[in-house]
């Protein structure tokens, strides 16, 4: 079947390919460590679902305006400014379908053919293919599992071209963890300034960061220095919720305009009784937030312990998100059982099918997303957004793994 060009541009989503590719496992019965989807294991609160049963039980269940019910645009900017001392107005706030969706269309509506967008890398799966879709040119921005992958203005502004029209920063990093520090992040957003080049920063895992460090958004910097810049959130991680597709965008108005055009003529609203759920979320206890890192805290240490005592594997210890991603290459190595480069297209279903991260899933039933994905060959993604017990079972079958490799 022929289809449009644009579609092969990319691949499908190696994150989404991997659980899914767990989910055939367990459907055969097969008792599978999942550490593959970044998705809390918490149920959503309770006061957020009876937000969407009250909406169901009013009727709410109509077309909304395209980019959102104004009383969610303005309770998203309180609840911003209340957590993050932003200063958001709801005409610049668009609801969007996830986060994800929210990325897309910005995107969409920033970017022309043939201009560059500067990811730093390791970087999350669907920035790239999102700005290839859109026809621009992704550029991989470096950095070093020796530097805890710390991401510095300096570099940023060394790999600016007169082609940049965007850089994407993610921190809390996924699949890192690394978080860019509050001054350097500053000094970011004024190299985009100066450059004139936009910054989108995606602070989806902004409320999950270790060690008592305080959730900070790039939003905060005085008014004069956002003419160009967007901030990305999602509901999803911050009130597991990711079922639910929920997320928005903070941004100058026109751009805001733009992004509830597209919305406008292709998803229409966000699903009108999430809107509702998410308007509790705003208004309500963060309480479970705070549950929900205390456990991930107990967890990470779990998994560094576990990861750190199988020979061979060197691990950076996240400092936000709930990612663990390890350097496996040394410890794989040793067995001879090398990470398959991705193909030449890096293409999603060929990582997923190929190299340590499939002969995990095949031989001890251990789900991770290849580093390759993430464009870091010889790394595995593993997700510590699953129970203690699972975490202590995967660890225990990963360490066999490993140590089988290397006696092999
Ligand atoms: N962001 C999560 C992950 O990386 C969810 C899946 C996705 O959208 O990629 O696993």
Redesign the pocket.
């Known amino acids: 079947m022929e289809l449009a060009q644009r579609i092969d541009r990319i691949a499908e ?4 390919a991997m ?1 899914a590719e767990a989910e055939r496992y367990k459907s055969r019965g097969v008792d599978v460590v999942d550490f ?4 809390p294991d918490f149920p959503t609160p309770e006061h957020i679902k009876r937000g969407a049963i009250h909406a169901l039980e009013q009727n709410l269940t109509k077309y909304t305006a395209a980019g959102g019910i104004m009383p969610l645009r303005q309770a998203i900017c309180d609840w911003h400014r209340a957590q993050l001392g932003t200063n958001y107005e709801a005409k610049e706030c668009v609801v969007s379908v ?1 986060g ?1 969706h929210a990325i897309f269309n910005a995107v969409s509506v920033l970017v022309n053919s043939g201009d560059e967008v500067l990811i730093p890398s390791p970087c ?3 920035f790239p293919d999102i700005v290839k879709y859109a026809g621009g040119k992704p550029v991989a921005l470096q950095t070093l599992a020796s530097e805890n992958f710390a991401l510095r203005a300096s570099a940023v502004e060394a790999a600016i071209t007169p082609r940049t029209r965007m850089v994407i920063v993610n921190s809390p990093s ?2 890192t963890g690394a978080v860019v520090p509050d001054e350097e992040f500053a000094r970011i957003l004024d190299v985009c300034q100066r450059r004139g080049v936009w910054l989108l920063s995606d602070e ?1 895992y902004s409320h999950f960061l270790y060690d008592g460090a305080r959730p900070f958004s790039i939003g905060s910097v005085p008014v004069e220095n956002k003419d160009k810049l967007i901030v990305i959130g999602s509901f ?2 911050t009130f597991a919720m ?1 079922g639910w597709r929920l997320g928005y965008a903070l941004a100058p108005e026109l751009l805001v305009k733009a992004m509830i055009k597209l919305q406008s003529q292709s998803t229409s609203n966000p699903t009108s009784i999430a809107q509702y759920a998410g308007l509790e979320a705003m208004r309500g206890s963060m309480d479970t937030v705070a549950v929900m890192l205390a456990e991930y805290a107990r967890r990470r240490a779990r998994v560094m312990a576990g990861l750190r005592a199988i020979p061979g594997v060197v691990c950076s210890e996240p400092a936000g998100a709930f ?1 663990a991603f390890p350097n496996v290459s040394g410890a794989a190595r040793q067995g001879g059982a090398i990470p398959a480069a991705a193909n030449e297209k890096g293409n999603a279903a060929g990582v997923a099918k190929g190299g340590v991260a499939q002969d995990l899933l095949e031989r001890v039933h251990v789900a991770v ?1 290849p580093g390759e994905a993430f464009g870091a060959p010889g790394h595995l ?1 593993i ?1 510590y957004a699953t129970s203690m017990d699972r975490i202590d079972e995967g660890l225990r079958r990963l360490a066999q793994f490993f140590s089988a490799a290397a006696a092999a």
């Open positions: 989503s190696p994150t989404m659980a593959s989807v970044g998705e996830g994800k999350w799966v669907s996924n699949p989806c999803s991680k990711t990612y997303v993604r997700s």
